[in-house]
């Protein structure tokens, strides 16, 4: 794999194809340039890009799958409340439809009233 030595404080860059010839040259430019000083922004590292972690398969355990399912469950119940209000405890009482009368008797009330409020 190739490696990389660079030193910060001389702006130097060397690739190498190996961790140990890296590691030869950073401790040579060390001895040879600062005297044996460690500069202080210096950095070897791995050329090779670093393979992404694999994901891990989405799994559920039984706890998980319970609320799930409860979950589920709560969704469909008051969803069929919706569906049907006079199920829900919730729903006020619907008003009492009127008692059908038969057509003549209906024309006669209106007959009747029509004729009071006739004027002279």
Same mark, same amino acid.
């Not at 060397?14 to 140990?20: F, K, L, P, R, T």
């Not at 057509?103 to 002279?120: F, I, K, M, R």
């Given at each position: ?13 060397? %690739?190498?194809?190996?961790?140990? %010839? #890296?590691? #030869? ?18 950095? $070897?590292?791995? /050329? ?9 398969? $989405?799994?559920?355990?039984?706890? !998980?799958? /319970?609320? /799930? ?26 008003? #009492?439809?009127?008692?059908? !009368?038969? $057509?003549?008797?209906? $024309? ?7 004729? #009071?409020? !006739?004027?002279?």
């Amino acid at each position: 794999m190739p490696y990389e030595y660079w030193c910060g404080v001389c702006r130097t860059v060397s %690739e190498h194809s190996s961790e140990a %010839e #890296a590691s #030869a040259e950073r401790r040579a430019h060390i001895a040879t340039v600062h005297h044996g000083r460690r500069p202080d922004r210096e950095r $070897l590292r791995d /050329l090779q890009p670093t393979p992404a972690p694999a994901s891990p398969p $989405l799994r559920f355990g039984p706890s !998980q799958a /319970l609320i /799930l399912v409860a979950v589920v469950l709560a969704v469909l119940v008051a969803w069929s409340f919706h569906l049907d209000p006079s199920t829900s405890p919730h729903s006020p009482p619907r008003p #009492a439809l009127p008692t059908p !009368q038969p $057509l003549d008797s209906l $024309l006669a009330s209106a007959g009747a009233t029509t004729s #009071a409020h !006739q004027g002279p």
